[in-house]
């Protein structure tokens, strides 16, 4: 387990604040001791979950072909048959997953090949289980093209608390299976689109690991 990128300069100054915090705090009211370990322990709690947040995992990257791997930790919400009109223009299973405050909130490829597409939309922040959140947040589309020619698309939603859509990837970049194209901050969404044919391998409300949870299987 190792600390994300998006995470340093944010725990670095959140740590130089609650320090000077606490520290100026014992010298306005050095006999008020009860009152200062209680902020003492509220700032180290605080510093704690922002900590956790920026958590990334480290493993071995799966290489499998016929399966596709879930793009986010979290839980699944939505598991439903739609139609994709941005890019790929025709009915695909669509599985979506929500990411907590308390998540891992790095986004991950769930096959390998190449970003075919990928574009940035501006947009609201309603609650990221809304059914609008798909098409009216802020969100990015990314089209990754397996090398055997199969196309699966991955939209990462900013939610109620993201604010804040990082990405690594653009068109013609190649990605690995399970390896990183992007961030989410403070709670979010992941939708993926599969093939009509492809066999679902999870069930609403189950939790998911980024890059170690098959959702899929290819045919």
């Known amino acids: 387990m190792t600390i994300h990128k998006e995470g340093k300069s944010l725990l670095f100054w959140l740590l130089i604040i609650l320090a000077a915090l606490n520290f100026g705090l014992s010298k306005l009211m050095p006999e008020q001791n009860m009152v200062l370990n209680v902020i003492l ?11 956790q947040f920026f958590r990334n995992p480290i493993f071995q990257l799966p290489n499998e072909d ?59 922040y ?22 055997n020619g199969t196309k699966l698309l991955v939209r990462q939603i900013a939610g109620a608390l993201a604010r804040r859509i ?25 939708d993926i689109f599969l093939p009509l044919d492809a066999e679902i391998l999870v069930s609403m409300d189950e939790k998911t690991k980024g890059g170690r949870t098959p959702i899929a299987r290819l045919k």
Do not use: C
């Not at 599985?95 to 769930?110: D, K, L, T």
């Open 41 to 51: 322990l509220i700032s180290i709690i605080l510093y704690l979950i922002v900590l």
């Open 66 to 124: 016929k399966l596709v791997f879930a793009p986010a930790d979290g839980k699944v919400v939505v598991i439903e048959e739609t139609v994709e009109d941005e890019y790929l223009k025709e009915k695909r299973k669509q599985v979506s997953i929500f990411m907590s405050p308390f998540n891992v909130h790095v986004n991950r490829s769930p096959i390998r090949g190449v970003v075919e597409y990928f574009k940035y939309h501006p947009g609201k």
């Open 126 to 147: 309603l609650v990221a289980w809304h059914p609008k959140s798909s098409f009216e947040n802020e969100r990015t589309t990314m089209v990754v093209r397996h090398p």
């Open 166 to 190: 990082k990405w690594y990837v653009e068109e013609g970049t190649p990605l690995a299976q399970a390896g990183e194209f992007g961030f989410i901050k403070f709670g979010s969404r992941v």
